[in-house]
């Protein structure tokens, strides 16, 4: 049996993404953030987007670049503290911001990549976090339901793909990427290196080719994917 090559070029694989789009962001800070994906998005300008990644990076890159140039509608996240530009328009009513424990938000992925429709915990409860959430009282104790998560479209950086799409992280960059390529009904990956069908040990793979639709082999990496220094 031959498996697909889901190799293509970045511009075919960002242009599937339409507007109005939920999209699940990889990455933890620098670490596992497909920069070279989110530039595409804003050469290409989709609108009306809904974004969920773990923080909303810093000011002049990762998704602030999105945020810039007004293509966000919504952003799922753990935190914004350190992109000012997300807290002013928060603020100013233009980006709808929902808050999630950085546990909770996992979980929540987790389950939807699993075919659940939420969770019930005690995390949360009697907080601003929760507000609003169905509660459900089980053995004496109040516990809040979280509902999955899902998405329309994944990007996800990883160090290795093989053309089937198999992929490994390096180090942290793994991060929320493995999660949330099984949680999106189409995945998008970009790869620092690009190998031949059985290159990469069983033992190396981190998130197996089925779950993965497109690959964009990068060339140079940019300086945004340097560890940032203070």
Not at 18 to 35: C, E, H, K, M, Y
Not at 79 to 91: D, K, T, V
Not at 100 to 121: D, P, S, V, Y
Not at 198 to 220: C, K
Request: proline content about 3%; some cysteine.
């Amino acid at each position: 049996m031959s498996l697909n090559d889901k190799s293509t070029s970045i511009e075919e694989a960002v242009a599937r993404i339409p507007d109005g789009a939920r999209v699940l962001i990889g990455g933890f800070g620098v670490p596992g953030t497909p920069f070279t994906l989110i530039h595409e998005l804003v050469r290409q300008g989709q609108k009306n987007l809904t974004l969920v990644k773990n923080d909303a990076n810093e000011t002049g890159m990762g998704i602030d670049h999105l945020l810039a140039s007004g293509q966000v509608a919504r952003l799922i996240t753990t935190h914004i503290g350190l992109n000012p530009r997300a807290i002013e328009m928060m603020n100013a009513g233009s980006l709808d911001v929902e808050f999630c424990g950085q546990g909770i938000l996992a979980e929540r992925l987790h389950a939807g990549g699993a075919g659940l429709k939420g969770f019930l915990t005690d995390i949360g409860v009697g907080t601003e976090l929760t507000r609003g959430k169905p509660q459900h009282e089980l053995n004496g104790e109040t516990l809040v339901l979280e509902t999955a998560l899902r998405a329309d479209f994944a990007l996800i950086h990883a160090d290795t793909a093989d053309r089937f799409g198999n992929l490994r992280y390096k180090a942290t960059a793994r991060n929320f990427n493995p999660i949330m390529a099984m949680a999106a009904d189409c995945v998008v990956v970009e790869a620092e290196h690009l190998v031949e069908l059985g290159a990469l040990a069983s033992d190396d793979v981190h998130t197996p080719g089925p779950f993965v639709d497109h690959l964009v082999e990068l060339g140079e990496l940019s300086q945004e994917y340097g560890i940032v220094r203070r």
